[in-house]
Structures are given as structure tokens and as C-alpha cells.
T-cell receptor, first 116, second 116 residues
Framework: SAVISQKPSRDICQRGTSLTIQCQVDSQVTMMFWYRQQPGQSLTLIAT?????????ESGFVIDKFPISRPNLTFSTLTVSNMSPEDSSIYLC?????????????FGEGSRLTVL | AQTVTQSQPEMSVQEAETVTLSCTYD???????LFWYKQPPSRQMILVIRQEAYKQQNATENRFSVNFQKAAKSFSLKISDSQLGDAAMYFC?????????????FGKGTKLTVNP
């Protein structure tokens, strides 16, 4: 399995501000995934972050709102920009099985953001 | 695009009894992975069980087993001898085996309550 650490674990933010979430993995991985889980909802993929290239965003998510960095194979950040109350969610970082072909993703504990 | 449907928003079971959670999915692919993830109130997503579509044998992990019906595109989870610690949100998820498609597609989840 992979050990994934996310910071912050939770935060309360003011409307119009931006917050950057960090994700650190205990080993090198090719792809890192950022998911959003709105209150009482399922997980929706925001984007896939590859090291050395721009992130690939899913339909409905744009780089200006959710810029992502991937400076190396163990670290990524997701910024939630110009936040509104609708951005109140849990944001989860996940990584794949590092070539073991189990197919599963491993998840961090998530970052719970509340926007006032 | 693949979709995953969980038709039971909530389920309850008595401790020590058996419960089955339903999941159906839609895909045009012949090979893929299916998963059940558990998300307790602490919110860490934990893999419960996985199934590879090319395997006819249903996966089993201790008290957890699946009924995989490929033709019907059905993937239900059976929890035997339910324990209080099984109370959580359960998400069914799909993943393609195509290269570069490591992302998971999740259903909306089923909230399982275990009654003492």
C-alpha cells in the first residue's frame, strides 16, 4: 500500500480567497489523482497530475479554478481558487498501484474545506 | 463513458446478520476492474474487495464477498456476520484496464448502518 499525507486536514476559508492543499506520497508514483467529495456525495475526479506535464482536467473542472502542480514523483498540490460556498467539500489525493497491477487506488485522508 | 449505479442510498443490518449491497455499471469494455471501497466517518477510503473482469470466480475477503455477473453488469457486495465496525459508506467503483486510464469512476454510495 501507499502512505499518503494531505495538508491541511481541514480548514475554514473566506469567500474569494484561495487555498492550496498538499499531497505527499511515501514512494514515487507516475500519476496522482485529485478527487472532490461534496457533502453527502460521491467522489468526482477533478484532474490527473503527471510529473513533468500539465494536469489533465475532467469535464466541468478548469485549470484557472483548480491549478495543480506536480514538481516531482512524490508530491502534488491542488489550489482551490476564488472560493465560494459551493467549493465546500472534501478534497482527496490518490495514487495508483505503482505497477503492481492490482488496479486499486490508495487515498489520503482528505482535506475538508468549509467556505463561509 | 462508464457509469456506476448504486440504487440503495441507505441500508441497515443487525449485528451478526448478512447484508447485500447492490451495484450495476455500464461499459463497452471487456476487461476492467471493479472495487468496493469503504469510507468510515473518519473518511479514509479503504479498499474492501476487488474483482478483475476476466476472472469468473467471485472475489472473497474474509467476511466480504462479491457476486459478479458480467453479462448483467452487476457487482454486489455481501457482508456476512456484520459487525459494528462495518458501519460506513460503501462505494462501488470501476476502472478501465486501458493504459493511461487509471482513474476510478464511483457510484453514489450506500450508507450502511449496523444495529446492535
Amino acid at each position: 500500500s501507499a502512505v499518503i499525507s494531505q495538508k491541511p486536514s481541514r480548514d475554514i476559508c473566506q469567500r474569494g480567497t484561495s487555498l492550496t492543499i498538499q499531497c505527499q506520497v511515501d514512494s514515487q508514483v507516475t500519476m496522482m489523482f485529485w478527487y472532490r467529495q461534496q457533502p453527502g456525495q460521491s467522489l468526482t475526479l477533478i484532474a490527473t497530475a503527471n510529473q513533468g506535464s500539465e494536469a489533465t482536467y475532467e469535464s466541468g473542472f478548469v485549470i484557472d479554478k483548480f491549478p495543480i502542480s506536480r514538481p516531482n514523483l512524490t508530491f502534488s498540490t491542488l489550489t482551490v481558487s476564488n472560493m465560494s460556498p459551493e467549493d465546500s467539500s472534501i478534497y482527496l489525493c490518490s495514487v495508483g498501484d505503482r505497477g503492481l497491477n492490482t488496479g486499486e487506488l490508495f487515498f489520503g485522508e482528505g482535506s475538508r474545506l468549509t467556505v463561509l | 463513458a462508464q457509469t456506476v449505479t448504486q440504487s440503495q442510498p441507505e441500508m441497515s443490518v443487525q449485528e451478526a446478520e448478512t447484508v447485500t449491497l447492490s451495484c450495476t455499471y455500464d461499459t463497452s469494455e471487456s476487461d476492467y476492474y471493479l472495487f468496493w471501497y469503504k469510507q468510515p466517518p473518519s473518511r479514509q477510503m479503504i479498499l474492501v474487495i476487488r474483482q478483475e473482469a476476466y476472472k469468473q470466480q467471485n472475489a472473497t475477503e474474509n467476511r466480504f464477498s462479491v457476486n459478479f455477473q458480467k453479462a448483467a453488469k452487476s457487482f454486489s457486495l455481501k457482508i456476512s456476520d456484520s459487525q459494528l465496525g462495518d458501519a460506513a459508506m460503501y462505494f462501488c467503483a470501476y476502472r478501465s484496464t486501458r493504459g493511461g486510464s487509471e482513474k476510478l469512476v464511483f457510484g453514489k454510495g450506500t450508507k450502511l448502518t449496523v444495529n446492535p
